[in-house]
């Protein structure tokens, strides 16, 4: 409701205003919403229909084909227009286009908004007129633009219609589980336009003034936590800017300290990442570095399955995906090693964790999603080389140094001291039976060895160049 530029648009015309939400998951192409993102929109859009109702307003729910919907919601009530915030993933751009081609022939008013991006994709070009590859000179051309505008203040009241249109029940979508492995994402998580405020103050009042030192530790509370609030358009990248630069006013730091800083950066790779995917549509699925549709990818489906329940053997890696299953998150200094891991150790094609994280993440984000497993596999735009392996053991030992993470995650590992908890296959047999840990039994062995997993890793990617 906040920050809303299609809804302020409606509330500006002298009539009714009728909310709308289509549930149309066939029309999202190979991406439709996976299962910790139904499970996160059922409460988002339960969240938004309490909030209209304390407006004396309602959330009209109805089941695609979009364009057919509202058409006959348009016959129903009588509208004369419509209005939407824009999304950029390929298949929806390319069925919101044609919908807007469609109702407007129909002799409707169409208006269409950004919500989501503080630029939108064809707004920022290099000096060639062609898109960006590279980060750093694309988020210096976008913070060299004008600031974005001051979000806008929900209506206080919407004007509603006479007769409301028939809407479905919530429950008939089927978001939620059948199965209690939601709980855990419920424990952590407050979706709605509330619960994002709260962890933005949160954020802001807290780790913000820490998080250049404590973004790698996945150990504290050393990030903001919005990338779901973000995705489901419960906040926008411009109430963060706006708010990031009074807290930064408030501490005294200059413009150029928080305009810099290395939080407002992650929002850059955001934008980043939607930039990427509009100029380069076939990206989900393909890689946009066309030599690494070569690349000698293994199958291997049993250890796949491994890394999916986080037995790998590797404790900061099964911490990592152990902590995906039950919340719907991973710490993202803990999904570039994990996807290091499997993209890298076993060769596994970095399109299976695309599709894992994609039904796991309460955050999953086709454009952030496509650009973090191509970075991490060195196929994408100003991705990380192929050679850059992540040494799981050693990246645990870095960034939790005492261990508190993975024995949050791994607690049969718990009682190991903390030069070991990274390493138990190094450790001594007399410090693994006084920690209560069997090897094979209680924790697996590792699945492969990392050096030497290494060395094919790079001899396969010096095969590809040659």
């Known amino acids: 409701m906040e920050d809303n530029p299609a809804l302020q648009r409606a509330t500006k015309r002298d009539a009714p205003v009728i909310v709308v939400y289509i549930w149309a998951p066939e029309e999202e192409a190979d991406w439709a919403p996976g299962g910790a993102s139904r499970w996160w929109l059922h409460q988002s859009l339960t969240d938004l229909d309490r909030r209209l109702r304390t407006m004396g ?9 979009s364009l057919s919907t509202l058409r006959s919601l348009a016959r129903a009530t009588g509208a004369d227009a419509v209005f939407w915030n824009r999304r950029y993933e390929p ?23 950004n919500g989501a991006l503080l630029h939108e994709p064809w707004t920022i070009r290099n000096k060639s007129r062609k898109p960006f590859q590279v980060f750093t000179p694309f988020w210096k051309h976008c913070l060299a633009q004008t600031d ?47 619960g994002a405020g709260r962890q933005l103050q949160r954020f802001l009042h807290g780790a913000f003034e820490r998080y250049e030192s404590q973004r790698n530790r996945p150990d504290v509370p050393g990030t903001s936590r919005l990338s779901p609030h973000l995705h489901f358009g419960e906040i926008s990248p411009r109430q963060i800017w ?23 950066t992650e929002i850059g790779w955001r934008e980043f990442s939607h930039h990427l995917l509009h100029y380069f549509p076939h990206t989900h699925l ?29 404790p900061l890696v099964d911490a990592g995906m152990r902590e995906l299953w039950t919340t719907g998150f991973m710490h993202n200094r803990v999904r570039m090693v994990t996807a290091s891991f499997l993209v890298k150790d076993l060769l596994i094609p970095w399109q299976e964790g695309a599709r894992w994280f994609w039904d796991t993440l309460v955050d999953a ?28 053991n050693t990246q645990g030992e870095k ?26 296959h190094d450790a001594p047999a007399d410090v693994l039976a006084k920690a209560g840990v069997l090897l094979g039994r209680t924790y697996p062995h590792p699945l492969i060895s990392h050096a030497l997993a290494r060395d094919v890793a790079l001899q396969t990617y010096a095969a590809l160049r040659r």
């Open 57 to 65: 307003s309602t959330l009209v729910l109805r089941r695609g084909p």
């Open 91 to 113: 298949a929806i751009a390319a069925r919101d286009e044609a919908i807007e081609t469609a109702l407007r022939d129909d002799g409707l008013e169409v208006e269409t908004f």
């Open 148 to 194: 974005p505008p001051q979000p806008s203040d929900a209506p206080e009241t919407l004007r509603t219609p006479s007769q409301w249109p028939t809407s479905e029940p919530l429950s008939s979508f089927e978001l939620e589980p059948r199965v209690p492995w939601a709980e855990g994402i419920r424990a952590v998580w407050q979706p709605g336009e509330a």
């Open 242 to 264: 706006h708010a990031l630069r009074r807290r930064a006013e408030t501490l005294e730091w200059p413009t150029e300290s928080w305009r810099g800083s290395q939080f407002l």
């Open 286 to 314: 393909r890689p946009l570095r066309t030599e690494f549709d070569r690349f000698a990818w293994q199958n291997n489906p049993s250890w796949l399955r491994a890394w999916q329940r986080g037995q790998t053997g590797y």
């Open 365 to 392: 984000d086709l454009a952030q999603n496509t650009l973090g497993w191509q970075w991490t596999a060195g196929c994408g735009a100003d991705a990380a080389p192929f050679f850059r392996v992540f040494h799981p």
């Open 399 to 424: 960034f939790d140094p005492a261990g508190v993470y993975v024995r949050h995650w791994v607690p049969e590992l718990a009682k190991l001291p903390n030069a070991w908890v990274h390493r138990p």
